[in-house]
């Protein structure tokens, strides 16, 4: 499968972006999909991931309460939706895709984005 991710830039502090990735190549149903990012200077990180249909998901602990990742699988695209950006949420964020459950570690996903950057200013 084939991702793309879109929707990064720059926001103030408190503020809000809405992430997309779009899906293309493979049916997009098929795969857990998560939401990773990777600061400069610092390894790729798990933080949020999405069942195949959508009924559950998980939260690295410093975003729960804040971020809200969803899947549309009739328009082959995953969203991660950002509230209350803090200063340390500066990374490129990066989506994927994996054929195996609840996995949050990098190399359990084969298929991943090309990244979009977000910066978060205090």
């Known amino acids: 499968v084939q991702l793309q991710a879109s929707g990064g830039g720059l926001v103030q502090a408190g503020g809000s972006l809405r992430l997309s990735c779009a899906a293309s190549?493979?049916?997009?149903?098929?795969?857990?999909m998560g939401w990773f990012r990777q600061a400069p200077g610092k390894e790729r990180e798990f933080v949020a991931g999405?069942?195949?249909?959508?009924?559950?998901?998980d939260y690295e602990d410093s975003v729960k309460g804040r971020f809200t990742i969803s899947r549309d699988n009739a328009k082959n695209t995953l969203y991660l939706l950002m509230n209350s950006l803090k200063p340390e949420g500066t990374a490129v964020y990066y989506c994927?895709?994996?054929?195996?459950?609840?996995?949050?570690?990098?190399?359990?996903?084969?298929?991943w984005g090309q990244g979009t950057q977000v910066t978060v200013s205090s």
């Open positions: 994927a895709a994996s054929s195996w459950i609840w996995r949050r570690a990098v190399t359990d996903y084969a298929f």
């Open positions: 190549g493979r049916t997009f149903s098929n795969y857990f």
């Open positions: 999405i069942s195949y249909i959508g009924g559950s998901t």
